[in-house]
């Protein structure tokens, strides 16, 4: 489980979801679409810190430009570590918040020619992403 820890920058709210930013640093925000609002849970203030949690298995790996594509949580990183297994691979990815581990299938690894040290953008959906306080 990835795990990093933010705060809260803004919420909107619809009827009982709410889609919740939170800061991680300077540069980079992440997005979370909840079945809550700040009426049914107390922690969903501006400025609260929470924690950020994210699968291994829900990262998508990006070598080119992604504006043309709807998944908002968009994160560049650097590839660290490649650990080949026969069907899944564990990339370790260093980005400015930390690093991310991502596991990606070994094939998608191959189609993509991925290396260590290359640049790559980590992506997460909003659904797959999870707060804790």
């Known amino acids: ?31 979370t679409i909840l079945v809550e609002t700040p009426e049914t849970a107390s922690y969903l203030k501006i400025e609260n810190v929470v924690e950020v949690l994210f699968k291994e298995t829900e990262v ?31 990339l370790t990815l260093n980005s400015e918040i930390g690093d991310i581990i991502a596991i990606i299938t070994t094939e998608a690894l191959d189609e993509l020619a991925l290396t260590e040290n290359q640049e790559i953008i980590a992506m997460i959906k909003v659904n797959e992403i999870m707060i804790s306080r």
């Not at 705060?7 to 889609?19: A, F, G, R, T």
């Open 1 to 31: 489980m990835n795990i990093l820890s933010g705060h809260i920058s803004d919420i909107l709210v619809n009827e009982s979801l709410s889609m919740v930013s939170i800061r991680i640093n300077e540069h980079i925000e992440l997005k």
């Open 60 to 90: 998508i790996i990006s070598k080119e430009d992604t504006n043309s594509i709807s998944i908002q949580n968009k994160i560049k990183a650097i590839i660290k570590k490649i650990k080949k297994g026969v069907l899944l691979s564990r």
